[in-house]
């Protein structure tokens, strides 16, 4: 392998540059030639393929977003948008790929990689933390922390005013990041895709709150719960139970946002490197990941097949036992 492409495509999060500077360095440091594909596939097919040097990378570790930006690009699901794609890499003779993303860009990936034998690895950049086969992806923990803040602000008027807020955390599909920020936070309840709350042991829950004296309350939500988003939930329990005033506060973007946390910046770094540093000893097809604080190797197949991940079970727990 003598060229080496680096892309970040699917959802932008924090940490995603700090990795594009260890992919980029570490390239140099072996002394590859190292490129850059803006906004993802759609790079790939346009040929906004653009060289990159140490300095190419200066100053970016701090940085959230991706300065390669990312874009969704459904030209490449299609034959001919590969072989647009295969065409521009083969005239630059690059034979490895590094691509930071998610599921999808993991899919996009393994079918490129099979179908024209380029050499692609894996990162795992997604603040929802739902993939296989990493403990962490990158921007997960930063997001989290950006949770937490905005919550820490809310508390302050929730309890000042007795109010109880329902508030909305991304995951469409996942529940880590609301499992995570409802412990940090101390948030009375936590309504999560994966497991079932009943509105019902909701508003039991909420209740037991008012007789213990509570000043306030918090609800994280899911987005990805099947009651609904924070307004239809917070209009169902109302009409139940309505000691408190109640809000909602849907956080939305701002938590894919920010300067990347210290554990994102040096999981970025890690995977960066880790991942230059297995495609030259010979591995392909692969996903970098970080297992009990050990970088781990696992096909893209599987990752992709595998389509799990763990909530942790304590903090299941805890979020029932520390909220009383
Ligand atoms: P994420 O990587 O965060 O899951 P997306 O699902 O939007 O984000 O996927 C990112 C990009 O990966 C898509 O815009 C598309 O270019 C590419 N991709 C997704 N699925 C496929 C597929 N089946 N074949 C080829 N490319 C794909």
Partial sequence: IRNIAVLTSGGDAPGMNACIRAVVRTGIYHGK?????????????????????????????????TILKTARCLEFKEDEGME??????????????????????????????????????G???????????????L??????????????KIRDTADSHDRLFFIEVMGRDSGCIALRTAVASGAEAVLLPEKETSLKDLIIKLKEGVNTKKSSSIVIVSEGNKYGG??????????????????????????????????D???????????????????????????????????????????????EDDLLEMTKVLSI
């Fill in 33 to 65: 030639n190292m490129f850059g594909v803006m906004q993802g596939y759609q790079g790939l097919i346009n040929n906004h393929i653009i060289p990159m040097n140490a300095r190419s990378v200066s100053n970016i570790l701090h940085l959230g977003g």
């Fill in 84 to 121: 647009k794609a295969f065409k521009n890499l083969k005239e630059k003779e690059i034979d490895g790929l590094i691509v930071i993303g998610g599921d999808g860009t993991f899919t996009g990936a393994q079918r490129f990689g099979k179908k024209y034998g380029v050499n692609v690895m």
């Fill in 123 to 137: 990162i795992p950049g997604t603040i929802d933390n739902d993939l296989y086969g990493s403990d962490f992806t």
């Fill in 139 to 152: 921007g997960y923990d930063t997001a989290v922390n950006t949770i937490i803040e905005a919550i820490d």
């Fill in 230 to 263: 924070a307004w239809d939930i917070a209009k169902s329990v109302k009409r139940k139970f309505n000691h408190y005033d109640t809000k909602v506060t849907i956080l939305g973007h701002l938590q894919r946002g920010g300067s990347p946390s210290g554990f």
């Fill in 265 to 311: 910046r040096i999981l970025g770094s890690r995977l960066g490197f880790a991942a230059v540093n297995e495609m030259l000893k010979g591995a392909t097809m692969q996903m970098v990941g970080l297992r009990g604080n050990e970088i781990k190797l696992t096909s893209l197949d599987v990752a992709l097949h595998m389509h799990s991940y763990k909530l």
